[in-house]
């Protein structure tokens, strides 16, 4: 509406310039000039009169283009496992271009043996060679173990877990070593080793007799 006034307007200032309509003078497109800015003042929108803009709005991506987050994992539903105590290592013979394994834990608890030894460890140490094969040792940091490779058979006591005291016959070292013994029937040892979350092993020490050494042996991986 205001654009028609506004155009009227414009007629008029030329009818003011030079009258073009016959019978109407100049003073009546001067009247007619200011009712037409009375009319553009009118029907001109007011800024203060608009509608505000409606607020900025963030567009969300629609579910079809965006992918689901996993849902964040809590300790309660992660699986546990033992953390396994035991170390692994492996030595090359360069000569005849074979590998030796093995598999070593240290005691949880320390014995106190009479001088000159002090205080010691039990260790138990699995060992596969192609030699001569598999071979399971318990020894000590320092001290003697009473196992024998002649005369009366000697023997370690082990108890796998809650299970029942087994005894296993050891013999000494080739190099006539105190602090090694050999555990004899390997096989049945690794066994029960494998599957047992705690071990103890008793072994005759010179002057102590049978001491005691405890093993978290959960997680043994061997193969």
Not at 25 to 45: D, M, N, Q, W
Not at 120 to 143: A, E, W
Request: glycine content about 6%.
């Amino acid at each position: 509406m205001s654009i028609f006034f506004t155009l009227l307007f414009l007629a008029t200032l030329v009818g003011i310039i030079k009258p073009y309509i016959p019978n109407l003078e100049r003073k009546h497109f001067i009247a007619a000039a200011i009712v037409s800015l009375v009319l553009i003042g009118i029907f001109t929108p007011k800024s203060g009169n608009q509608p505000p803009a409606p607020p900025y709005q963030e567009m969300k991506p629609t579910t079809q283009n965006t992918v689901k987050a996993p849902a964040e994992t809590t300790e309660s539903n992660v699986p546990t496992h033992p953390a396994s105590k035991w170390h692994y290592s492996e030595k090359k013979d360069e000569m005849r271009g074979t590998t030796a394994k093995f598999a070593e834990l240290r005691s949880e608890n320390e014995v106190n043996l009479d001088f000159p030894y002090g205080s010691v460890n039990g260790i138990i140490t699995v060992r596969k060679r192609p030699q001569d094969g598999l071979n399971i040792m318990f020894s000590v940091d320092n001290g003697q173990i009473l196992c024998r490779s002649f005369g009366d058979t000697t023997y370690v006591s082990a108890k796998f877990d809650d299970g029942p005291i087994k005894r296993y016959a050891c013999t000494g070292t080739s190099d006539g070593s105190s602090e090694t013994a050999f555990i004899e029937h390997t096989v049945d040892f690794l066994a029960n080793l494998k599957k047992a979350k705690r071990t103890i092993i008793e072994a005759e020490l010179y002057n102590n007799g049978r001491e005691q050494f405890t093993f978290d042996t959960a997680g043994l991986d061997w193969k």
